[in-house]
């Protein structure tokens, strides 16, 4: 089987698409970062890509007249690179119906909650997780899906619970939440690139692999 070629959408310091380049390179993900995109100049995950000799790209919004001239332009450096698979690490812009027909079912992001709880629109970073405070819930989580054309509408494909803890704060969840992302990203990436995901509907089952192991 080819390796899984990859491309990174991103808007900040990069975490996850740190723990999916490490995950490549240690040969755990079964494929490679091809190149990293961000919406936002300055940025650390730009860096990052730097230090491991991934082409990066800067495409603001702001540079293109309308939603859809920018999109082209990402579909545009993704599809010149022969990506496989996108994923979303802290991308911050809600990707149009336009744009992931171009990658349907190829397209995955990581939310903070488990899904359905505290996700769509308006619910990012910190939010998610001062919400999960206000609410006063007992756990929290990640969760892993595919990229449909609603906000945190698609497919799942992994979730994870994490304890929410009587003295939390938004930054000690935070930190905890995103400790178990830096996990679950590269499982949900190497399952991906194994073909051991079959979406049926909104339910993605898990093939297991030929020796009968997960």
Do not use: W
């Not at 991103?10 to 996850?16: L, M």
């Not at 650390?44 to 001239?69: C, G, Q």
């Not at 629109?121 to 990640?142: P, R, S």
């Amino acid at each position: 089987m080819p390796k899984l070629r990859i491309g990174v959408l991103v808007s900040g310091s990069g975490t996850n698409l740190q723990s999916i380049i490490d995950k490549s390179e240690s040969g755990y993900i079964p494929g490679s970062v091809e190149l990293v995109i961000s919406s936002k100049s300055g940025v650390y995950a730009i860096e990052r890509a730097k230090n491991h000799n991934i082409p990066a790209y800067v495409v603001a919004p702001k540079n293109y007249s309308t939603k859809e001239d920018y999109e082209d332009k990402l579909i545009e450096i993704l599809q010149s690179h022969n990506v496989d698979l996108v994923v979303l690490a802290g991308f911050i812009k809600v990707l149009s119906p336009h744009f992931v027909q171009a990658f349907a079912g190829r397209i995955m992001n990581i939310h903070p909650s488990l899904i359905p709880a505290f996700c769509g629109e308006g619910f990012y970073g910190e939010k998610v997780h001062k919400a999960v405070l206000d609410y006063g819930v007992k756990i929290t989580g990640v969760t892993v899906h595919f990229v449909d054309e609603g906000a945190d509408t698609g497919p799942i494909i992994l979730q994870r619970a994490v304890p929410v803890m009587d003295d939390d704060t938004v930054e000690t969840l935070a930190a905890r939440v995103l400790e178990e992302e830096h996990k679950i990203y590269p499982e949900a990436v190497k399952l991906f690139a194994e073909g051991r995901l079959k979406v049926e509907g909104r339910r993605v089952k898990i093939i297991k692999q030929e020796d009968g192991n997960d």
